[in-house]
């Protein structure tokens, strides 16, 4: 059977103003946070989609595209409409996420069924496609599903950014040190978002992360 020229490569089906360097994804953000290990994280929530809602303006001005890569609760058959809805139901927690960060129309959005939104999702042939090189991260948790995305992100050789302020996990202190363990072992940059200028970034053109393994198991 012959290969559809989009699988080798090409972006056939995507324009080229569609390509960018860059690419803003957004963890687990859909989500009702409705269960006993998530009570701890709902105080920084609001602040964080906040932030996040901010950033996003701004890299849909500079057009960045934006990637929502969230939890598939269990089920492959998860519905991206009903997933946002049921998050913004009566009695969800922290519903007013939703109302700042539910998916616009020209929005991706990727299943994934583990930490990391690389493992066993669609995220690393769209990021080739869309010609993406460079990842901001935000989403929740800082420590757990951000971080084992950024470990995944570097060990492909993409650049990292996390605005610190865009994140969230259950106390300051797992936030703090997974952002120390992505800039200090994943090389990601770290600032809160107001400092970071997305649209230079947007036109920077940069290569790909070198990763030394050597050099990882020394630290």
Same mark, same amino acid.
């Given at each position: ?19 960018c360097?860059?690419?803003l ?6 989500n009702?946070f ?6 701890p ?7 964080m ?19 929502y890569?969230n ?6 058959r ?6 946002v809805?049921?998050c913004?139901?009566e009695?969800a ?6 109302d700042?960060? @539910? ?5 991706y959005?990727? $299943?994934?069924? =583990?930490?990391?939104? *690389?493992? +066993?999702t #669609? ?8 010609e ?21 992100a ?10 610190s302020?865009?994140?969230?996990? @259950?106390?300051?202190?797992d936030?703090?040190h997974? $952002?120390?363990? =992505?800039?200090?072992? *994943?090389? +990601?940059? #770290? ?5 970071i200028?997305v ?12 990763v ?8």
């Amino acid at each position: 059977m012959p290969q559809h020229p989009g699988l080798n490569g090409s972006v056939t089906g995507t324009s080229a103003n569609e390509t960018c360097p860059v690419a803003l994804l957004l963890i687990d953000v859909i989500n009702d946070f409705d269960c006993p290990e998530s009570e701890p994280i709902g105080r920084f929530i609001p602040h964080m989609a906040e932030r996040i809602a901010a950033l996003k303006k701004r890299a849909k001005a500079a057009g960045i595209p934006c990637i929502y890569v969230n939890d598939n609760f269990g089920r492959w058959r998860s519905d991206l409409h009903q997933l946002v809805e049921y998050c913004r139901r009566e009695k969800a927690r922290c519903r007013e996420v939703m109302d700042l960060l @539910a998916p616009e129309r020209d929005d991706y959005f990727v $299943l994934k069924p =583990m930490l990391s939104g *690389f493992y +066993a999702t #669609v995220l690393e042939p769209l990021l080739h496609q869309l010609e993406v090189k460079t990842l901001i991260l935000t989403g929740v948790c800082a420590n757990v599903c951000v971080l084992f995305t950024a470990a995944d992100a570097y060990m492909r050789g993409f650049r990292i950014w996390v605005p610190s302020d865009c994140v969230a996990a @259950a106390s300051g202190t797992d936030s703090g040190h997974a $952002l120390d363990q =992505m800039r200090r072992i *994943f090389k +990601a940059e #770290v600032h809160p978002s107001g400092e970071i200028d997305v649209a230079a970034l947007a036109r920077k053109s940069v290569d790909r992360v070198s990763v030394d393994a050597g050099a990882l198991m020394a630290r």
